[in-house]
């Protein structure tokens, strides 16, 4: 079975830096896009940056120029670095992928998330 396993999350002062990374694992065919939601407490999941298997990327308004997303397909892994964190970033960030495993379709795949906490 496929699964997404995220890692790097901690306690980071305002200003501070965080790298996340994500793997997946299992029989895996193809991977379109990979990228990272994260879901603060009481608030709905929102998409955070995600790209594609070309290397476009895409970033929620709120983390343009401080988040930059990458992946390496031979690893099929995706990668968040985090820079001037704010305690708005507070949050669980989970790993999201579109693939499709190697003898099943096309599906939507999540890590179990990794926390992240901004404080001084």
């Known amino acids: 079975q496929v699964q997404l396993v995220e890692s790097g999350g901690g306690l980071v002062q305002p200003g501070g830096s965080l790298r996340l990374s994500c793997a997946a694992s299992?029989?895996?065919?193809?991977?379109?896009?990979m990228g990272w939601y994260r879901q603060a407490p009481g608030k709905q999941r929102e998409l955070v940056a995600i790209?594609?298997?070309?290397?476009?990327?895409n970033y929620a308004d709120s983390v343009k120029g401080r988040f930059t997303v990458s992946r390496d397909n031979a690893k099929n892994a995706v990668y968040l670095e985090m820079n001037g964190l704010n305690p708005e970033d507070t949050a669980v960030y989970y790993c999201y992928a579109y693939l499709k495993p190697t003898m099943k379709s096309w599906d939507d795949y999540w890590g179990q998330g990794t926390r992240v906490t901004v404080s001084s």
């Open positions: 790209i594609l298997s070309a290397g476009s990327t």
């Open positions: 299992g029989s895996i065919f193809s991977i379109y896009n």
